[in-house]
T-cell receptor, first 113, second 113 residues
Framework: DQQVKQNSPSLSVQEGRISILNCDYT??????FLWYKKYPAEGPTFLIS?????DKNEDGRFTVFLNKSAKHLSLHIVPSQPGDSAVYFC????????????FGKGTRLSVIA | EAGVAQSPRYKIIEKRQSVAFWCNPI?????LYWYQQILGQGPKLLIQ????????DSQLPKDRFSAERLKGVDSTLKIQPAKLEDSAVYLC???????????FGQGTRLTVV
């Protein structure tokens, strides 16, 4: 049973446009959500997080939106750059982040120059 | 600040052989995690340490996998005997506090033939 789902295995976006990566979760106990970025042959790198008490968190070009009623979150990258090409993992935990992270399968983003 | 160090980077072994991975977390990080990432999947938690005590090992196949964290710093993960389905990238991560963002090492890619 997959508790964190990233239904799009891949996404291609033109440089300068918006990239929107989606994530759905099923466990209503999750209250802390993170996005990680992974380049080939490297470990995942933390990108941005959001607590369930908020519905939006912004950091530069990256914004994460959380819709608790729909159990859905999304990562927006504006504007997209070729260096953003990577695999993006959505992760979730419960108890204010005190339970282990559960990861989705990832979405491969390709930003085309 | 030095990141999470893992060795070796790559390992190829025959099935039924034994293998060990080493991890040195970021200095001062009390929480250490071992994740298994099978190709096309997100990272799956194997074991979580808080200092040198095990917090969660519910997904660790204990008949063949073992892990220890000596003196609350370095950690080793061992597989004995290895199976073909153990082929994966083994990621070590650490965090300052239980529930804060985890920082990942580059991982060890294990191939069992």
């Amino acid at each position: 049973d997959q508790q964190v789902k990233q239904n799009s295995p891949s996404l291609s976006v033109q440089e300068g446009r918006i990239s929107i990566l989606n994530c759905d979760y099923t466990n209503s106990m999750f209250d802390y959500f993170l996005w990680y970025k992974k380049y080939p042959a490297e470990g995942p790198t933390f990108l941005i997080s959001i607590s369930s008490i908020k519905d939006k968190n912004e950091d530069g070009r990256f914004t994460v939106f959380l819709n608790k009623s729909a159990k859905h979150l999304s990562l927006h990258i504006v504007p997209s750059q070729p260096g953003d090409s990577a695999v993006y993992f959505c992760a979730a935990s419960g108890d204010s982040g005190n339970t282990p992270l559960v990861f989705g399968k990832g979405t491969r983003l390709s930003v085309i120059a | 600040e030095a990141g999470v160090a893992q060795s070796p980077r790559y390992k190829i072994i025959e099935k039924r052989q034994s293998v060990a991975f080493w991890c040195n977390p970021i200095s001062g990080h009390a929480t250490l995690y071992w994740y298994q990432q099978i190709l096309g999947q997100g990272p799956k938690l194997l074991i979580q340490f808080q200092n040198n005590g095990v917090v969660d090992d519910s997904q660790l196949p204990k008949d063949r996998f073992s892990a220890e964290r000596l003196k609350g710093v370095d950690s080793t993960l061992k597989i004995q005997p290895a199976k073909l389905e153990d082929s994966a990238v083994y990621l070590c991560a650490s965090s300052l506090l239980w529930g804060s963002e985890a920082f990942f090492g580059q991982g060890t890619r294990l191939t069992v033939v």
